[in-house]
């Protein structure tokens, strides 16, 4: 029954971070420390008003980036590098989820509030790299961050993506409502599941998810 309702997919559309990796690897700690460490540098404030202030931004806006060039008109450039040098050694290549992904018939993308060139290097440390046929990131958008449906059409836009035709794979549930709205099938990938009307389906396994569907 789960495989019919993919059965018009022709596009597959993966988030990233806690997506395409599982949370339990934390890179969010890191870039979660290295935000903090940007805004308190970039507006001169202490560590908790820092904290507050991201944790507020990511709210209202979708993201702690959005947050600070609307309020403050942070150069996204520079932030964008610094808070994604990271360490990948929490991850493991995942040749089950690489199987499976590959075996998905149509267009394969990435998109992330991440940038692009972060992606790339998930990708490689997972050993996902090459399965994709795009990787978006949030420059592409024009640096407007999911969940905003201005983000959304502006990928789809640059990919030729036909909502309707589509799926999308994300952990945060925000981020499906727009989706949802286009048309294109929704799953929620998180160990907790989000019981709202944008969202189709829920797994706690992507990759035995996706091995449902082909």
């Known amino acids: 029954m789960v495989k019919a ?13 806690n997506t395409l990796y599982p949370p339990q690897a934390r890179l969010f700690d890191q870039i979660e420390l290295r935000m903090t460490r940007y805004v308190m540098d970039a507006l001169g404030v202490d560590r908790p008003e820092a904290d507050r202030l991201r944790k507020r931004y990511w709210h209202l806006y979708g993201t702690t980036l959005a947050g600070l060039m609307r309020e403050h008109g942070v150069d996204p450039g520079p932030y964008l590098v610094e808070v994604h040098e990271i360490s990948m050694a929490q991850l493991e290549p995942d040749p089950v989820l690489a199987s499976r992904i590959r075996d998905l018939s149509g267009r394969r993308i990435v998109y992330t509030n991440g940038t692009a060139p972060y992606a790339e290097r998930v990708l490689a440390a997972r050993g996902l790299s090459g399965l994709f046929d795009a990787v978006y990131g949030v420059e592409h958008a024009g640096y407007l961050p999911k969940p905003e449906r201005a983000a959304f059409e502006a990928i789809f836009a640059r990919d030729g993506v036909a909502p309707d035709r589509a799926a999308m794979f994300e952990d945060d549930p925000r981020n499906l409502a727009v989706p949802h709205e286009m048309g294109m099938r929704t799953v929620h990938v998180a160990p907790e599941r989000h019981a709202a009307a944008h969202i189709h389906h829920h797994t706690d396994d992507l990759a035995g998810f996706l091995e449902g569907l082909v």
């Open 5 to 17: 309702a993919f059965s018009h997919v022709r596009t597959w559309v993966f988030d990233l971070d």
